[in-house]
């Protein structure tokens, strides 16, 4: 289909829907979204030439010296916005290129592009379906207030929050983002949804305009909601479980009928490659000094590199596919948080997969048993390492990856490390409620 | 819009039928075998009765129970008390064949709407010029390719087709996501139908969908 129609398409859309903003969406490297504002009058030039903005004011973007940038909309991500009152408005996400036409390396989006062609290349398309949870608070203050203290699939009158998720679902499912289901999680006031498959590229795109939802609703009914990783000590975090498929055609590469778990040669190598690459990665998959605090035994988050068909301890494991579904074998891994860069961290995740493929990794034996339980002897014997245990660590791991240098680009690559650093650096600073506890009365 | 896919029965149509076909201006392919496994992507069969007419009957009855391609049959002046009560014929003309009436009954078949510019089904109506999607009068926001999908079913509501083909008429030859597209932008269109009319787009088991 060319995208000329498409472009077509949105510009009548426009004229016959009344609406009198479009947004320019697309996100800085950090995976923050920022949006442009265009009126309809300028969408015909946005489609031929991009929109120029400062790329020196976006995070990751660029030096002031190269400060111009443009955002070209891509009109297949045309979407009305619901819920806007009397306003009508829509949205575009962009990718963003250089005056001289060519793609912008320090763009996520495309990041992510470039990736998903090197899986095309080998004639695999990558699905993804996220497991998104988050936290509602009374506000964003820097003491968490619960709304409840409902737990695992609680209904009303616990889960006081059912509404505002119910709401959400229904604007995310008129954005054409189909919900699979959603439930009351663990950890009081914590909810999850959970996302219909689709490509990666559509994934990385709806995970942005999903976090965007959940908090325009939470706060049109005068809450907050947060992704961040660890906002409570004592109760679970929340991650974004991603299951992963790569498809060739209409067939899924993952599955092969007789093999003794269900998964190809192919499903074994990807596992191999994930596991291979775990600890360079995480930087990318947990970005944050506090997702390494969601990292920790006690709260069904993974520690330990290893993968199993049903352990909710380990960092890969390959759900049980109801019989006669081929089509949804696939791989989940558990570590990343959704609040990470979705089009970064499925870039990292699918390049360390193809990896495994491309050069023929073995699939170490499954760890069937609570890893956390383990010795760390026992461990070591059964060959499994432990993910990161900070973000300094998981800096330093990644620094030496030349699997996350080339699936990032040098540009996000250099950027991400020496941003990251200063993180650490700022927190380095601090000095913690935990250490003012613990040694002001005694030392 | 394209030409027609014309399908012809048997592969070896009587000379008459042939000529009328090239008079009225129509292109055609030809067959023997209407046992498919799958569904069928012609545009209307023409089934000539010719010397065995219950068989041909049969099978075009057997036909319709899989696929929704309209029949025109042939038919001798003899054979057309037969046609009373055939299932799945949709029309018929009679031997010799007229090229003018036939090029008539072969369009009134495979025009697929009475309009240029609107479709309906239900309480659905899209607008093929301004691609506006309205369900019962509310305007639903789709993408391009959501607009196209929805535009295609219902232009060919009634009949299953394979993911395959989906791809190709919708998206094209060119696109090469692959066949779980369509599974995709099936579930969006689901969703933004809404849970009263998703049960529209039906899972046929092992060919695809169907809508309507």
Not at chain 1, 202 to 208: E, G, K, L, P, S
Not at chain 1, 297 to 319: C, D, T
């Amino acid at each position: 289909m060319s995208p000329g129609k498409q472009a077509e398409y949105v510009l009548r859309t426009v004229e016959e829907r009344g609406i009198r903003f479009v947004r320019l969406w697309f996100t800085d490297v950090q995976g923050f979204l920022k949006s442009v504002s265009i009126s309809p009058a300028e969408l015909e030039t946005a489609f031929e030439e991009g929109m120029t903005f400062d790329g020196s004011s976006i995070d990751g973007y660029a030096r002031v010296q190269e400060a111009d940038m443009l955002a070209v909309p891509d009109p297949a991500t045309f979407q009305v916005l619901p819920m806007r009152g009397d306003e009508q408005v829509a949205r575009m996400f962009c990718d963003i290129v250089t005056p001289d036409g060519a793609a912008f390396e320090g763009d996520p989006r495309g990041v992510l592009k470039r990736n998903l062609a090197e899986a095309s290349d080998l004639g695999f398309n990558f699905y993804v379906a996220p497991e998104l949870e988050y936290f509602y608070f009374q506000d964003a203050g820097p003491e968490p207030k619960v709304l409840d203290h409902g737990g695992y699939f609680d209904l009303t009158p616990l889960d006081l929050a059912q509404e505002f998720r119910r709401k959400t679902i229904n604007v995310l499912e008129l954005m054409g983002i189909p919900v699979e289901h959603s439930h009351h999680e663990v950890a009081p006031s914590q909810h999850e949804i959970i996302a219909r498959y689709t490509d990666a590229l559509t994934m990385a795109d709806n995970i942005m305009t999903f976090r965007l939802t959940v908090k325009e609703v939470a706060l049109e009914h005068g809450i907050y909601a947060t992704f961040m990783p660890k906002p409570l000590e004592n109760h679970d975090g929340s991650g974004m479980h991603l299951h992963l498929s790569l498809f060739e055609g209409d067939r899924n590469a993952f599955y092969e009928p007789g093999s003794d778990n269900g998964l190809s040669k192919v499903g074994q190598q990807f596992i191999a490659g994930l596991l291979h690459h775990a600890s360079e990665l995480t930087a990318v998959t947990n970005q944050w000094v506090n997702s390494y605090k969601r990292l920790v035994a006690g709260f069904e988050a993974p520690i330990y590199i290893s993968w199993a068909r049903n352990n909710q301890s380990a960092l890969v494991r390959v759900p049980t596919v109801k019989k006669g579904k081929p089509s949804s074998v696939r791989v989940e891994y558990r570590a990343a948080d959704a609040s990470c860069n979705p089009y970064l961290a499925l870039s990292v995740l699918l390049a360390a997969g193809l990896a495994g493929i491309r050069n023929n990794y073995e699939l170490p034996p499954e760890v069937a048993s609570d890893i956390n339980r383990l010795t760390s002897a026992e461990r070591a014997a059964a060959g499994v390492d432990r993910l990161p245990a900070t973000l300094a660590d998981a800096l330093d791991r990644m620094e030496r990856s030349e699997l996350v240098a080339s699936a990032l680009g040098e540009h996000v690559f250099d950027w991400f490390l020496r941003n990251k650093r200063e993180e650490w650096d700022r927190y380095q600073h601090h000095v913690s409620r935990f250490e003012l506890e613990t040694y002001l009365p005694v030392l | 819009m394209t030409a027609a896919d014309l399908v012809v029965h048997p592969a070896n149509p009587s000379r008459d039928l042939a000529d009328a076909m090239a008079a009225a201006g129509l292109t055609f392919s030809t067959t023997d075998h209407l046992e498919h496994d799958g569904p069928l992507d012609w545009d209307l069969l023409i089934v000539e009765l010719g010397e065995e007419p219950l068989r041909r009957l049969r099978m075009v009855e057997r036909l319709a129970e899989q696929s929704a391609v309209p029949v025109l049959a042939v038919v001798d002046p003899s054979q057309v008390g037969l046609v009373e009560t055939a299932v799945g014929v949709a029309d018929f003309v009679i031997a010799p064949v007229g090229n003018v009436e036939l090029g008539v009954r072969v369009r009134r078949l495979t025009i697929r709407t009475g309009s240029d510019e609107v479709l309906d089904f239900k309480d659905l109506r899209l607008n093929v010029l301004t691609y506006q999607a309205t369900l019962a009068g509310q305007p639903v926001d789709l993408t391009f390719m959501e607009y196209e999908l929805l535009r295609f079913f219902v232009e060919h509501h009634g009949r299953a087709w394979s993911r395959e083909q989906l791809l190709s008429k919708v998206w094209g030859y060119e696109y090469y996501g692959g066949a779980r597209t369509v599974d995709v932008h099936v579930r969006r269109l689901r969703s933004k139908l809404g849970e009263s009319r998703a049960s529209w787009i039906t899972t046929v088991r092992s060919v695809g969908y169907r809508f309507g």
